[in-house]
């Protein structure tokens, strides 16, 4: 039975948009409607807790080396992991966004994107060649580069081929992670290239760089001068800890906001060139196949984009009730300057919470409120970036693009939230 | 001793003068710390091939050549001339860009012949990059264009001859990053 003081609550509670979400900061000012709602949750669902937990009638586990998660997270791991025929390193894993938090994915989840599989590279052996048209080709050691003036940056990571799937005719039927996991974010630090570029003497007529790495694929991307110049950073730490393997160890180039493919892993050669080199990850590989049989190149920023990661597919709603939306938004064209969630469809939109950092090429958290009323509903989410930019509808997305192009696909996500609880991908 | 505002001038040098380093001078306050490369090092480690055919190396092949590097080194993946095996294929496909389920190969769809010798080379076969002589990457790279009719079947593919075959489909990329080559 509910209590006048409960009607007096949800009057209260000021709605951001239609079907029951609620301004961004209800659960800031109306702190205890929020607590109440999920309290009765977790009253109902766990057991009463024993008088002395186990763990408190003994000694507990002894110091380690090195951290791991708990035994009972070992679900959470990098899901659909797929390699081409006959393969097990050239193909990709992906992160398991829906049970992830915050902006920072632990490294040991960060997706997987690799050609020719993981190389094992002794540091010590590893060296960086720089040159082509420069004054003095030089030769950097790992140890060498080491003592370079570095900056730390968090920025995303994202592959073109991220959420890929969502060109096909049905929506996947996979969970969040599964169709949208080649994104992570990471805090990198590392060198500038334009340090070592300075060095080498790049000359002004070079308008182009080629970044190679030490891989079985010799993955190698053209990049040009002035990103090189810019913000391109050689990056040797990855989270506070040297890069993981999978992620490049020793050393790997990392271009905020472009495309996964180009952030060359191991790298071992950077040649300064007056025209782009066209390889096969340029041209035949990583181009946009568009309707009408052309194909655009050098399509290096990854768009606005975002996805609601709670409640997503792969999670399951546990009752009728308050919840708190969540989701990251990313741009490689700067930062999200606003979000907007709908729970109807996108008939009405609310304004999303930011939640702080808000930075340039990283992901952001947004958040908001959601009173969920028990029956089907379609959340969405669109994300607005600071050059403007504003994700379009898949179906706009489409007709301007058509089906084919296989890569940067950043188009409304709709995620239908059953009667049953059940969360699905839906073409809505 | 560096002080930290000595490595904040050292990067305001280097960012305000960009390139400068052309000039011959060494910019400021950085670390220094990359030896010189020699001739010899840098051959062996460049291995990439300009669009207009700058790197490629000696050495020479023709379709019947490369048929026979194909059907040992690359066939079990990429099936009979090209079609039909477990991965990427390379023949075919012309026209069907526009359509609802394009092909994608080396015929239809890549606009550089010369990047078919720098891939072959630095990456193939699969599970043995970097075994192939020069002249076997030259056949095979010829077989492909062979078979796509790109080329005919006793044309020779070398250094000369690779930059001046003009694939199908280079004139349907549309260069959202501007570059225009300096030579056609």
Same mark, same amino acid.
């Given at each position: 039975m509910r209590s006048r003081r409960d009607d007096r609550r949800d009057n209260d509670a000021?709605?951001?948009?239609?079907?029951?979400? $609620?301004?961004?900061? #209800?659960? !800031?000012?109306?702190?205890?409607?929020?607590?109440?709602?999920?309290?009765?949750?977790?009253?109902?669902?766990?057991?009463? /807790?024993?008088? +002395? /937990?186990p763990g408190m009638t003994m000694s507990g586990a002894p110091l380690s080396p090195y951290g791991s998660p708990a035994s009972f997270e070992r679900e959470v791991t990098r899901t659909l992991i797929r390699s081409q025929p006959g393969t097990t390193g050239?193909?990709?894993?992906?992160? /398991? $966004?829906? *049970? !992830?938090?915050?902006?920072?994915t632990p490294s040991g989840l960060h997706f997987e994107r690799h050609h020719n599989g993981v190389p094992?590279?002794?540091?010590?052996?590893?060296? !960086?060649?720089?040159?082509?048209?420069?004054?003095? /080709?030089?030769?950097?050691? #790992?140890?060498? $580069?080491?003592?370079?003036?570095?900056?730390?940056?968090?920025?995303f990571l994202e592959c073109s081929g991220n959420s890929g799937a969502m060109f096909g005719a049905t929506p996947p039927a996979q969970t969040c992670g599964q169709t949208h996991g080649l994104v992570s974010c990471s805090e990198w630090t590392g060198v500038p290239l334009r340090l070592l570029l300075a060095e080498a003497g790049a000359d002004p007529k070079a308008d182009w760089i080629l970044a190679e790495g030490a891989d079985a694929a010799a993955m190698s991307r053209s990049v040009p001068m002035a990103k090189a110049m810019d913000d391109a950073l050689l990056a040797l730490y990855q989270n506070g800890e040297r890069l993981r393997p999978e992620n490049g160890y020793p050393v790997r180039l990392f271009l905020p906001g472009y495309e996964g493919n180009m952030s060359v892993k191991w790298l071992r050669r950077i040649k300064v060139t007056d025209t782009p080199t066209m390889t096969k990850d340029e041209t035949s590989k990583y181009s946009d196949l568009q309707a009408d049989g052309k194909s655009l190149m050098f399509t290096y920023p990854m768009e606005v984009k975002s996805v609601i990661t709670r409640p997503a597919p792969g999670l399951k709603m546990t009752g009728p009730g308050l919840y708190e939306v969540s989701g990251i938004a990313w741009s490689?064209?700067?930062? +999200?300057?606003? *979000?907007? *969630?709908?729970a109807d469809g996108g008939q009405t939109w609310g304004e999303a919470a930011l939640s702080a950092p808000v930075l340039a090429y990283a992901l952001t958290r947004f958040r908001i409120p959601w009173k969920w009323n028990g029956a089907s509903a379609v959340l969405k989410s669109r994300a607005t970036d600071d050059a403007g930019g504003v994700q379009p509808t898949r179906d706009e997305f489409i007709a301007r693009h058509g089906s084919n192009p296989i890569y940067h696909y950043h188009? +409304?996500?709709?995620?239908? *939230?059953?009667?049953?609880?059940? #969360?699905k991908n839906v073409y809505a | 001793m560096f002080t930290r505002r000595t490595l904040v001038l050292a990067g305001c040098v280097v960012s305000l003068t960009g390139c400068a380093g052309s000039t011959g001078s060494t910019p400021r306050?950085?670390?220094? %710390?990359?030896?010189?490369?020699?001739?010899?090092?840098?051959?062996g480690w460049d291995v990439s091939i300009a669009p207009d055919g700058r790197g490629l190396p000696p050495g020479s092949g023709t379709p019947s050549q490369g048929a026979q590097v194909y059907t040992q080194k690359c066939q079990a993946c990429h099936g009979e001339k090209g079609v039909g095996g477990p991965n990427d294929r390379l023949a075919g496909g012309q026209g069907t860009l526009a359509s609802k389920t394009p092909v994608r190969t080396v015929g239809s769809y890549w606009p550089y012949a010369t990047t078919v010798f720098d891939y072959v080379r630095r990456a193939m076969p699969f599970a043995q990059p970097h075994s192939l002589s020069d002249s076997e990457v030259y056949a095979v790279t010829a077989y492909l264009l062979s078979l796509n009719g790109i080329i005919g079947e006793t044309? =020779? @593919?070398?250094?000369?001859? %690779?930059?001046? =075959?003009? @694939?199908?489909?280079?004139?349907?990329?549309i260069l959202v990053h501007p570059w225009k080559p300096k030579t056609p």
């Open positions: 000021r709605a951001a948009a239609g079907n029951g979400l $609620l301004d961004r900061r #209800v659960f !800031l000012k109306g702190g205890a409607a929020a607590a109440g709602a999920f309290m009765a949750f977790a009253s109902e669902s766990a057991a009463a /807790p024993p008088e +002395i /937990p050239a193909g990709a894993s992906r992160t /398991p $966004l829906e *049970v !992830l938090e915050g902006i920072i094992t590279i002794d540091p010590a052996q590893h060296q !960086l060649l720089i040159h082509g048209m420069v004054a003095r /080709p030089l030769i950097f050691t #790992v140890a060498a $580069l080491s003592r370079y003036p570095m900056e730390s940056r968090i920025h490689g064209r700067g930062k +999200i300057r606003k *979000v907007e *969630v709908s188009a +409304i996500q709709a995620w239908s *939230v059953e009667a049953n609880g059940e #969360v | 306050e950085t670390p220094n %710390l990359g030896r010189p490369a020699t001739q010899a090092e840098i051959a044309d =020779v @593919m070398n250094a000369e001859t %690779l930059p001046k =075959v003009k @694939m199908p489909n280079r004139d349907n990329f």
